[in-house]
């Protein structure tokens, strides 16, 4: 299964080929932004393999700056992702799925590569691959939520919130001593 209801919550259990279609997107952007990319990599729940996921492949995109990304919003938009807005000084949004429908795929997250924001998405995953027990709390939330929020994200992610902070912390922690 692949996809997703804007705003809906579904957790189901990692699924293989999450990391066959991941790969494959960033091959993807990588050929159609090829001076753009400095680097993509597989980031969320879905490149975690102990924990449940909402089915939506999230991709962390590394770049210079986003000008480069935004005068080739209509080249992503050809290849069906669509630019969400929320433009900041730190991340872009774009999306991929079936619009009609109202139905999300893929989240692509447009940051500065080796940003704090870069950083927070790898270490994250990282940390949580490597450490399975802080990978099944962080699940068990993740499942309690999605009961709680079938059917709102924002609050959902929102509750969230300080259990990321301090897996996030601790990553860095962790990364840190390997250096």
Do not use: C
Not at 67 to 74: A, E, Q, R, V
Not at 101 to 114: C, E, N, P, Q
Request: aromatic letters at 10%; hydrophobic letters at 35%.
């Amino acid at each position: 299964m692949l996809g997703l209801k804007r705003g809906k919550v579904l957790l189901i259990t990692h699924q293989g080929k999450w990391e066959d279609e991941a790969k494959n997107t960033i091959e993807e952007l990588k050929d159609l932004l090829p001076n753009t990319i400095i680097d993509a990599q597989h980031i969320g729940s879905t490149a975690i393999v102990s924990i449940h996921a909402k089915p939506i492949i999230d991709i962390v995109v590394g770049v210079d700056n986003f000008h480069d990304i935004m005068k080739n919003t209509s080249i992503l938009e050809q290849h069906g992702y669509i630019y969400r807005g929320k433009e900041t000084s730190k991340k872009l949004l774009f999306v991929k799925g079936d619009f009609e429908k109202d139905y999300r795929t893929h989240h692509i997250h447009v940051v500065k590569w080796k940003s704090e924001e870069w950083y927070n998405y790898v270490y994250f995953r990282d940390y949580l691959n490597t450490f399975p027990q802080k990978a099944r709390l962080y699940d068990n939330l993740k499942q309690k939520l999605a009961l709680q929020f079938p059917d709102d994200r924002e609050k959902y992610t929102l509750a969230k919130k300080d259990m990321i902070d301090e897996l996030l912390k601790e990553a860095h922690i962790w990364k840190e001593k390997l250096q």
